[in-house]
T-cell receptor, first 113, second 118 residues
């Protein structure tokens, strides 16, 4: 158990819908990262937040957005969902000053029908 | 831009045999290097990492990896495979600033599925 929690574990929805994935980092970790794992693209970095501020952006679609709240939990919002958005979405967290060590949550499996 | 290439999407070994999973990277400067393992229906777990110092790095579960700058490689090895090692393994890299602080963003290889036969 990494200490990073993600909810829900599974999500099934329809094209065109909007969903929110939630992540709680390890206690004390200020950085949160979101990754997408799909059969087509493999594991890809989406976005990083540090203490509520966006720190880095990767291959995140404009239909996707994220935020980190004052209690440090983070949410990834996916809208206008397409079939190709079906994937495993991982959240990871790291300690300040040790961004080279990321602890991954168990992931949320999103299925878009 | 960084890239990571894992040679062999599937590797099969017998229990007790040597495990060798290959990883090569492309980066303008030597990045930080990582190996992660993913068991079915689970998240990623860090096996080991190289940032600075000794180029032979030991990790959990008996795995080790050697950073070879001249070959831009970071291959993962284990002398004797166990059935419990069956999983998918990912090599990853991250850039860092001049002070050595990682930028955090990980770039992953495509993964290698390790099968261990009795």
């Amino acid at each position: 158990d990494s200490g990073v929690t993600q909810t829900p574990k599974h999500l099934i929805t329809a094209t065109g819908q909007r969903v929110t994935l939630r992540c709680s980092p390890r206690s004390g970790d200020l950085s949160v990262y979101w990754y997408q794992q799909s059969l087509d693209q493999g594991l890809q970095f989406l976005i990083q937040y540090y203490n509520g501020e966006e720190r880095a952006k990767g291959n995140i679609l404009e239909r996707f957005s994220a935020q980190q709240f004052p209690d440090l939990h983070s949410e990834l919002n996916l809208s206008s969902l397409e079939l190709g958005d079906s994937a495993l979405y991982f959240c990871a967290s790291s300690v300040e000053g040790e961004t080279d060590t990321q602890y991954f949550g168990p992931g949320t499996r999103l299925t878009v029908l | 831009a960084q890239s990571v290439t894992q040679l062999g999407s599937h590797v099969s070994v017998s229990e007790g045999a040597l495990v060798l999973l290959r990883c090569n990277y492309s980066s303008s400067v030597p990045p930080y290097l990582f190996w992660y393992v993913q068991y079915p229906n689970q998240g990623l777990q860090l096996l080991l990492k190289y940032t600075t110092g000794a180029t032979l790095v030991k990790g959990i579960n008996g795995f080790e990896a050697e950073f070879k700058k001249s070959e831009t490689s970071f291959h993962l090895t284990k002398p004797s495979a166990h059935m419990s090692d069956a999983a998918e393994y990912f090599c990853a890299v991250s850039d860092h600033d001049a002070g050595g602080t990682s930028y955090g963003k990980l770039t992953f290889g495509q993964g290698t599925i390790l099968t261990v036969h009795p």
